[in-house]
């Protein structure tokens, strides 16, 4: 019987991916994720990076410049989120609902609003 066919940029294997890996509380090869799963956060991930560095890109404060778009995010995915009910947007990359949800919030953050 021949081995399934596995599509170009899926492994099988648990090793962390190269993008962002290090954001998540528990190295992502740790956890018993199919490869699906961890393509879908990592694609979360950077949708997040995108909305965080053009907020970043669009701001007329002296501060943006040089500002460390990664750095921040790093943090911020791990802090509880009063706009998600405390919960930390890291622990909702796992569906598309809870990916929405923190994309949302981000995205807010550029006019100022508060939801």
């Known amino acids: 019987m021949a081995q399934p066919r596995i ?47 053009d907020i970043v890109a669009n701001s007329t404060a002296p501060e943006a410049v040089g500002f460390d778009v990664d750095a921040w995010l790093e943090a911020w995915i791990q802090l509880p989120q009063p706009a998600l009910g405390d919960k930390k947007p890291v622990d909702l990359l796992g569906t598309e609902l809870g990916i929405d949800a923190v994309a949302k919030i981000l995205g807010t953050m550029e006019s100022g609003a508060y939801v």
């Open 7 to 53: 599509p170009r940029g899926l492994t099988t294997t648990r090793e962390p991916p190269p993008i962002a890996a290090e954001w998540l509380p528990t190295p992502l090869y740790a956890i018993s994720m199919t490869s699906m799963e961890l393509a879908t956060r990592e694609a979360a991930l950077l949708r997040l990076r995108k909305i965080a560095a």
